[in-house]
């Protein structure tokens, strides 16, 4: 079945520095994907999606890229702020998931002052 | 902006108590979902619903029901609660003109289950 992951459970980056969650995919019918961010005791927030046909997607401080040759998502995001610490997560849609996201386990973003 | 609220934050009842979590969203979305999060296993999902008065299974139905009388609500119900359904409960909802992709989540449930 399809799965989506994420490389590395935890990530720490020092504050100001760029931070790159990685997020591997398996299902090569996925058409959507989208990147949340999950703070502490609040429920998952959107940050950023990118469609199938774009291999980048910019936003505020927040890039995705997407790599369909190998199935692999990352989120980049510049300027690491304290803020920023959170969990992130992954999902992908694929139409024949009749209308439900597949979820990443997380990626836990620790920003050292 | 859209919204999504749920009944309670936090929760705390007995084994074997019906428990009733509630989710409201104010944007007139049809689809809606309801997920469990528990540490290390992300986001499963319970049951979903395409639109009022219809349900679909989702990963991890057992021990749970749904109703979905008004398309703004969306109802997730444990018959009989157990301990192992202590976890963080999850609502979302979804635009199906769109496609249905985007997802947007309410603040979370914390459920105890003793």
């Known amino acids: 079945g399809e799965s989506v992951g994420l490389h590395l459970p935890t990530l720490s980056v020092q504050e100001g520095d760029n931070s790159i969650i990685n997020c591997a995919y398996s299902?090569?019918?996925?058409?959507?994907f989208i990147w949340y961010k999950q703070e502490s005791g609040k429920g998952p927030q959107f940050i950023i999606d990118?469609?199938?046909?774009?291999d980048k997607r910019q936003g505020q401080r927040v890039t995705v890229l997407l790599n369909k040759t190998v199935k692999h998502l990352s989120l980049q995001i510049a300027a690491t702020q304290p803020g920023d610490s959170a969990v992130y997560f992954c999902?992908?849609?694929?139409?024949?998931?009749?209308?439900?996201?597949?979820f990443g386990q997380g990626t836990t973003l620790q920003v050292k002052p | 902006d859209v919204k999504v609220t749920q009944s309670s934050r936090y929760l705390v009842k007995r084994t074997g108590e019906k428990v009733f979590l509630e989710c409201v969203q104010d944007?007139?979305?049809?689809?809606m979902f309801w997920y469990r999060q528990d540490p290390g296993l992300g986001l499963r999902l319970i049951y979903f619903?395409?639109?009022?008065?219809?349900?679909e299974k989702g990963d991890i139905p057992e021990g749970y029901s749904v109703s979905r009388e008004k398309k703004e609500r969306f109802s997730l119900i444990l018959e009989s609660a157990s301990t192992n359904q202590t976890s963080m409960y999850l609502c979302?909802?979804?635009?199906?003109?769109?496609?249905?992709?985007?997802?947007?989540f309410g603040p979370g449930t914390r459920l105890t289950v003793t």
């Open positions: 979302a909802s979804s635009l199906r003109a769109v496609g249905g992709r985007e997802q947007y």
């Open positions: 299902n090569s019918a996925s058409d959507y």
């Open positions: 990118i469609r199938s046909n774009m």
């Open positions: 999902a992908e849609f694929a139409p024949s998931n009749t209308g439900k996201l597949i």
């Open positions: 944007m007139d979305h049809e689809n």
């Open positions: 619903s395409y639109d009022v008065k219809m349900k």
